[in-house]
């Protein structure tokens, strides 16, 4: 079919645009010549190593030029990053990495201690540091894939669902594109945009930047990690129009400014990770500062919501309507779709939607029916069809950004021999927006300091991830199906 | 499969963006929603009629508000609008309508002669004018196809080859999109954009204005048809910032305009329609008028070359690079590909590229193979990948094995300042297998004796490219894009 295949992104950027720049990191700028052919002498050292199309290899590294140019290697050889959190465990990422049958992992030099566990764990997986792929003698012809088809898988991503394992979501070369392509006809597109990233490459909002930059021929300005006084001086310096933030980061740089605000060549905000509290947008317009909302998920490939530019004050607090390829609709308990102002699950469907999740059939089939997402969310639709997020999942924490899932604390805790039964749910946190508590019910008899629990979740669990408080009860509400019912949890706390 | 579905295009622009406006014509304009809600309206007419989804209907209409509500309203109810050029013969309309198995066909009132013609001779076919049409009682709930299958038929528009039948080039839902993002991702796009129509819309670089109005949600002026003046002003007053023009347009443009020339906001011309002459792009240049070349076809849903801003100047006569989403190739006879400096068949691939010809299998297989459109056309790639188109394969002048093309020596021609225009062709000659000759449209006035062309041509070209022969014309045949119809000339010789 000539709908499904494409040059490879990157190598056709390189040869529309080779002198534009390509990304800023620390002192150094590469343009995309610089950037492909950097991508291709790794391309051929991972081909040295015996990486070929098809496989799946995992990546964990932190936010920098040479992370970028290794996505990029990985995709001219065909080959499906695993794309893992630098924030999870080792026992998290062993997990994921045999889940997905990953044949090789590239990490960071600094995580020797996390490269020591893996190779005990999973004596299977070959393991190489940055530097020594670096180092390796290259390929002296990469087999590269110079035409990509778009429903090859491009990247993986886990998401913890409500219950049980994470999942590896399948974001396709076609989903990146519908998303930076849905994007750009909602934002639209200027040649002297440039994109500033300091959102983790391992999260789809950073990475998706990483894709926009390669099909719009756009600059991105890449900072290690979020950093007020760095971004307020590169949007300056560096002419940044766009940068993608959560609420946190909002708040610090608001904070930040004086009241003259961000220079005229600043376009917006685009604003995910969770509904955004409204003082927080109220204080961006009383700074002049331009927000789009937006509304996304991993398995939507990024922002599949945004509010468009004439709607961001009339609309405020609104993620706004699906992009142009996208559709949205609410549906009820019955499957049938909410009528306007009637809260419900967000269902979601278009080019930028996942086609399911790698190796989970049954989980695939439950969320998409007949190419609609069960987003699992919350919201309603106003009048004029302007989405409101409610919750972004009735049990999910959003802390500092990261997706925090009580049923993977609760499962942690549940393997504690002690404890008897477990609810966990976040509390607003003036720093992080909000983070995990845990209600416990002991076992008989047993002597449980809220230390040891502490204790034993650290060494399970991302730090995000454990509790902040521990309180101790004698029963959790439950509904009659034993379901949880964590609405309950929030009214025990405010009685505490 | 998610990937291929999508909203209605209009349904969907006018429910993100209702109040933008859609189009301006003549004292007029709609928003998205209003020509949205005429749409609808005209749909349910139209299925009043008996019109359904799938049907073939002809449309035999000019540049005008109403053309483009009775478009949207095929679109809506999943017609397949065989669009028909307005410069036909009823002959030729009969043979197309027939070929496409049209149901019924929709034709201006003034057509009277045409309509009595072809309901002589095609008694089956249903025929309305546009105002009966306006007349009918409409359906109260049309029968409203709110989701399109990217490889849906929206368009078939007729080309003729150099041989037989004219074909029936299938543009789908999917041509028409990827014809328009990949458009934006090279000329970017800005909420400010607007974009002049005075091209015929039953040609592709009209109609292809039309589908980018609604996928980025920008207004476009209409024109009944291309007025130097009108043009002008407009440009000012509507705040035109791009145009799509061919050669003869700029022309006019060029000579009208002042040393003062374009406003500010102004962007660019889209020039198509054929290989412009180095005069022309040098006069543009000089009069600070930015031109963006491009190369494309019916089978291409338009551009499907263009030159980047960046190269504007330094790559002056080529049509550019392939858009992102397509790929070009030069081919040998013997279908290798071509070294760059070498010129072949201009070979192309990609998402807008047409999937081939209504009922027509064997022309289908002959011109795409593996994917790739045999254009016909002869051109050339640099060392940096830019194409130089050089002419049609048809047009093709072989003169003592010599290859000459048309095209080159036209623009030699039009490089004198008293010739206003210039049609080149080949004739047989008993010596040399074919030698060229020229037709010449002089400057008002000017005393141009064939023998100073002659000389004028001697000092810039090789000796066999030289015109044998030089005929004084008042007008060259043109169709309604201006293109050459070098065919007529030959008929014109064969009157001489």
Redesign the interface.
């Known amino acids: 079919?000539?709908?499904?295949?494409?040059?490879n992104f990157l190598m056709?950027?390189a040869?529309?645009?080779p002198?534009?720049t390509a990304v800023y990191f620390q002192d150094k700028a590469l343009t995309f010549k610089e950037l492909y052919n950097y991508s291709l002498n790794v391309a051929g050292q991972l081909q040295g190593l015996g990486v070929r199309k098809d496989d799946f290899v995992g990546v964990l590294l932190k936010n920098h030029l040479d992370t970028v140019i290794i996505f990029f290697a990985l995709q001219l050889l065909g080959v499906r990053s695993v794309i893992l959190n630098n924030r999870l465990t080792p026992s998290e990422l062993v997990w994921q990495l045999e889940d997905s049958t990953s044949s090789l992992l590239i990490l960071e030099d600094s995580f020797t201690d996390i490269k020591m566990v893996i190779n005990q764990q999973l004596a299977s997986l070959a393991t190489i540091t940055k530097s020594d792929l670096f180092a390796k003698k290259e390929n002296e012809y990469a087999d590269i894939q110079e035409e990509i088809n778009?429903?090859d898988i491009c990247t993986i991503m886990y998401t913890s669902g409500t219950t049980g394992h994470p999942k590896g979501v399948l974001q396709t070369y076609?989903n990146h594109w519908?998303s930076a392509?849905g994007s750009?006809?909602n934002l639209?597109?200027?040649?002297s945009d440039c994109w500033l990233c300091s959102l983790p490459l391992f999260h789809i909002s950073g990475f998706s930047i990483l894709m926009r930059s390669v099909?719009?021929?756009m600059p991105i300005v890449l900072h290690e990690k979020f950093d007020v006084q760095k971004t307020i001086e590169d949007i300056s310096d560096k002419k940044v129009t766009i940068m993608s933030v959560v609420g946190t980061m909002l708040t610090s740089i608001v904070d930040a400014l004086t009241v003259s605000g961000l220079p005229e060549h600043f376009r917006c905000f685009l604003l995910g990770g969770g509904p955004a509290p409204l003082p927080l947008l109220e204080a961006c317009v009383k700074k002049n500062l331009p927000v789009f909302q937006s509304y996304g998920m991993t398995e939507t490939s990024s922002q599949i919501v945004t509010l468009?530019?004439?709607y961001s004050l009339s609309k405020l607090g609104s993620a706004g309507?699906p992009l142009?390829?996208s559709?949205l609709r609410i549906e009820l308990d019955d499957h049938t779709a909410a009528s306007p102002q009637h809260a419900g699950e967000i269902v979601v469907?278009?080019?930028n939607?996942t086609?399911g999740y790698l190796n989970r059939p049954d989980a695939t089939k439950e969320k998409i029916r007949e190419?609609w997402l069960h987003t699992g969310d919350i919201g309603y639709v106003d009048e004029e069809?302007f989405l409101y997020v409610l919750d972004r999942r009735s049990d999910l924490i959003i802390s500092g950004g990261e997706n925090i899932y009580p049923a993977e604390i609760e499962s942690v805790l549940l393997s504690h021999p002690d404890v008897a039964d477990v609810g966990v749910i976040g509390v607003d946190d003036a720093k992080w927006g909000q983070v995990p508590i845990a209600f416990i019910v002991k076992r008989e008899s047993a002597a449980l300091p809220q230390k040891e629990l502490q204790q034993f979740c650290q060494t399970r669990l991302a730090k995000y991830k454990v509790p902040k408080q521990f309180y101790f009860t004698e029963q959790l509400p439950r509904n009659a199906a034993k379901k949880l019912l964590r609405r309950n949890l929030h009214e025990m706390i405010n009685e505490k």
Chains 1, 2 share one sequence.
């Open positions: 079919m000539n709908n499904e295949t494409m040059t056709k950027r040869f529309l645009t002198d534009r778009l429903s076609g519908w392509t750009a006809l639209g597109f200027v040649e099909i719009y021929g468009s530019p004439e309507k142009f390829p559709q469907k278009g080019p939607v086609a190419g069809g």
